[in-house]
T-cell receptor, first 118, second 114 residues
Framework: AQSVTQLGSHVSVSEGALVLLRCNYSSSVPPYLFWYVQYPNQGLQLLLKYTSAATLVKGINGFEAEFKKSETSFHLTKPSAHMSDAAEYFCAVSVGDAGGTSYGKLTFGQGTILTVHP | GAVVSQHPSRVICKSGTSVKIECRSLDFQATTMFWYRQFPKQSLMLMATSNEGSKATYEQGVEKDKFLINHASLTLSTLTVTSAHPEDSSFYIC??????????FGQGTRLTVV
């Protein structure tokens, strides 16, 4: 079974500062990894995904993440935080199966609330 | 891009009544959809896997008689919370996978049972 651990339930940064949200995963097979953002009372928006191609993945809104197999990590970064980045972020893993019946079946981390100060 | 629509976005119901939540894939067919629940300040937890034309698969600890799932067509899955109680108040989100590498989420439904 796969699992995801997000280190730090709350992260606070100043506007313009580096954003680093940590995610470690556990999976017995090569995983697909995702970062989602959730604004209050809204659904999930995909930021980026790793699907066994390039290990450095660029997403929307200036975010990127690097898959490091040796560290079983998939940390999310953004060079310069913006006030609009304040939200909750979820790391998720999907392993699926050969039959494809697990399309969309994800295991989520606990979430990290990002606060951006002016 | 592929879109999953969930309705309603918010619902308030009285304790003991039933509530139906719909999840539609708008421009693709989804033989499998997933229902998640998110309690306040917690992560999303998978409740069940909805399979078109067959019974849903429920995660451990989820009452199948309380959370009825119907996936009668390739574009629609419904979740009915039966005899709702205040502890069922939560944020319910559905998803459908277009490929193994991508899941699309509905907007979510905020259920409040009073």
């Amino acid at each position: 079974a796969q699992s995801v651990t997000q280190l730090g339930s709350h992260v606070s940064v100043s506007e313009g500062a580096l954003v680093l949200l940590r995610c470690n995963y556990s999976s017995s097979v090569p995983p697909y990894l995702f970062w989602y953002v959730q604004y209050p009372n809204q659904g999930l928006q995909l930021l980026l995904k790793y699907t066994s191609a390039a290990t450095l993945v660029k997403g929307i809104n200036g975010f990127e993440a690097e898959f490091k197999k040796s560290e079983t990590s998939f940390h999310l970064t953004k060079p310069s935080a913006h006030m609009s980045d304040a939200a909750e972020y979820f790391c998720a893993v999907s392993v699926g199966d050969a039959g494809g019946t697990s399309y969309g079946k994800l295991t989520f981390g606990q979430g990290t609330i990002l606060t951006v100060h002016p | 891009g592929a879109v999953v629509s969930q309705h309603p976005s918010r619902v308030i119901c009285k304790s003991g009544t039933s509530v139906k939540i719909e999840c539609r894939s708008l421009d693709f067919q989804a033989t499998t959809m997933f229902w998640y629940r998110q309690f306040p300040k917690q992560s999303l937890m998978l409740m069940a896997t909805s399979n078109e034309g067959s019974k849903a698969t429920y995660e451990q600890g989820v009452e199948k008689d309380k959370f009825l799932i119907n996936h009668a067509s390739l574009t629609l899955s419904t979740l009915t919370v039966t005899s709702a109680h205040p502890e069922d108040s939560s944020f319910y989100i559905c998803s459908a996978g277009l490929t193994l590498k991508r899941a699309f989420f509905g907007q979510g439904t905020r259920l409040t049972v009073v």
